[in-house]
Structure formats: C-alpha cells, structure tokens
C-alpha cells in the first residue's frame, strides 16, 4: 500500500465492514466545519445514504484511497467492546490536461481527513496523510490539492502543502 515508515498508527485500506464507521466519520467532519456552504438549509440526513452507497463503490476504485486507522477500545464507554475506528482519510486521483505546470495532468485530491474526537492528539491524521502522500507519489501525481480546517492547516503545512496561487471560486446550479 506504500506507507512511510516510522513510528505512529497502524493505517490500513478500508474494507467494507467499515462501511458504517466510514460514514460516522464522515458526518462528523462535516459536523465541525459549519458555515452555510457544509450546512445547507434543507440538509437532512438523506446524503448519508447517499454516501454509503458511493463509498462502497469507491472502495475499490484503482483512482480512490480510503485509508483508516482503528480504535483501540471501547469508544463511548458503555462497555460493549465497540472498537469502531479512530481516524479514515480519503483521496482521489482525477486526470486533467496536461500543460507545462501539470506536466501528466495527474492531480491528487485529500477529501477529507477526520479523526473521532476521543482518539485526536494521537498522531492518526498525520499516519494517514504520510501513507496517502505515498500512494500519492507511487502514482505519479504532479500536484495533491486539500482544504483545510483552521485545526488542521498546521499539519498540512508541516507535510509541506502551501498556499494555492489560484483563487478558489464555486458555483451551485
């Protein structure tokens, strides 16, 4: 799978059974970033179905990296053993035009990288970014592109991501 070494979590390919823990995670990434862009005014959980169909299908996409990291113990404390996961990060990979500063027009993205409260402060979102900035490489990307949490941007740009040149604009039909 291509990781770096060195000490930290174990990271590991997501497999199906965590199917469910994926889209908990992914709830709660989306839970801490508020604003109206995240927030809609008509959200309701239906996307959660949504996303777990997509993400089963991503699983095992040549062009899609769910990486994770598992919990080391009962995480609500009800004493039922659930280990759940602690962290998952998620990248693509998209082919763009090539041009003289997209050299093969490979460009990486990190989705998201979240960790569950009770397991932050640990070292899991940096385990995963190493491992996806290898699997990153061993493909060939020419430029990863991210956005990041006001918490996370200290670590991303520790793993040498900068300031992107171009304006960031969106558009909603």
């Known amino acids: 799978m291509g990781q770096r070494k060195g000490n930290g979590p174990a990271v590991r390919q997501a497999v199906e059974y965590d199917l469910v823990e994926l889209v908990r995670l992914r709830a709660l990434l989306f839970e801490n970033l508020g604003g ?3 927030s809609p005014a008509s959200a309701d959980d239906d ?3 949504a996303l777990a169909v997509v993400l089963k299908e991503q699983l095992t996409a040549d062009a899609v990296r769910i990486l994770v990291v598992d919990g080391d113990g009962d995480r609500d404390g009800d004493s ?5 996961l602690a ?5 693509t990979i998209e082919q763009r035009l090539p041009g003289p500063h997209l050299r093969n027009g490979w460009i990486g993205h990190v989705i998201g990288v979240v960790t569950d409260p009770s397991y932050r402060r640990r070292g899991h979102s940096r385990s995963i970014m190493r491992s996806l900035l290898d699997w990153f490489e061993e493909r060939e990307v020419a430029r990863v592109d ?3 949490s006001a918490e996370g941007e200290p670590l991303y740009r520790e ?3 900068t300031d992107h040149p171009d304006p960031a604009l969106y558009w909603r039909p």
């Open 159 to 161: 793993l040498g991501f």
């Open 146 to 148: 991210l956005y990041a």
């Open 36 to 38: 109206h862009f995240f």
């Open 87 to 91: 962290a998952c990060g998620i990248a």
């Open 80 to 84: 039922d053993g659930d280990r759940g």
């Open 47 to 49: 996307w959660l179905d």
